[in-house]
């Protein structure tokens, strides 16, 4: 997500604000999701007469409180070199297969792990990365 999504008189959501899912790069949740927020901030402003930058900062601080802790993890997946993610999520798939730990998995793939669930998944990470 953008630092700074808002503006004086302007509130940014989804693609314009850089709102994806960060490992799998989908959208429309994420535009749904802070686009409710964008627009309870919005209608907070106006009925108070200030949308000023100052005041539409609070809407940062809901995407924050929606996105948590998986938008931290799914940043620190992103420093995983390449091959090292590729071959750690292949061996993970396996695993998740064998352990009937499908809950795991689809965690991963709506990018809502917190951490103890991405150490689950990639345990060579920890310490790594994680």
């Given at each position: 997500?953008?630092?700074?999504?808002?503006?004086?008189?302007?509130?940014?959501?989804?693609?314009?604000a850089?709102?994806?899912g960060?490992?799998?790069g989908?959208?429309?949740?994420?535009?749904?999701?802070f686009?409710?927020?964008?627009?309870?901030?919005?209608?907070?402003?106006?009925?108070v007469?200030?949308?000023?930058?100052s005041?539409l900062?609070?809407?940062?601080k809901?995407?924050?409180?929606?996105?948590?802790?998986?938008?931290?993890?799914?940043?620190?997946?992103l420093?995983?070199?390449?091959?090292?993610?590729?071959?750690?999520?292949?061996?993970?798939i396996?695993r998740?297969?064998?352990?009937?730990?499908?809950?795991?998995?689809?965690?991963?793939?709506?990018?809502?792990m917190?951490?103890?669930?991405a150490k689950?998944?990639?345990?060579?990470?920890?310490?790594?990365y994680?």
């Amino acid at each position: 997500m953008l630092e700074k999504p808002y503006s004086d008189g302007l509130i940014l959501a989804g693609d314009s604000a850089g709102q994806a899912g960060m490992l799998l790069g989908e959208g429309i949740r994420y535009a749904m999701e802070f686009g409710k927020r964008a627009g309870i901030t919005a209608t907070e402003a106006l009925e108070v007469g200030d949308c000023s930058a100052s005041r539409l900062k609070r809407y940062v601080k809901r995407c924050k409180d929606y996105s948590g802790e998986s938008s931290e993890v799914a940043r620190e997946l992103l420093k995983v070199p390449t091959n090292e993610y590729w071959e750690a999520l292949i061996d993970a798939i396996n695993r998740v297969k064998g352990e009937d730990k499908s809950d795991l998995f689809l965690k991963y793939l709506k990018s809502e792990m917190n951490y103890e669930d991405a150490k689950q998944l990639f345990p060579s990470f920890e310490g790594k990365y994680l």
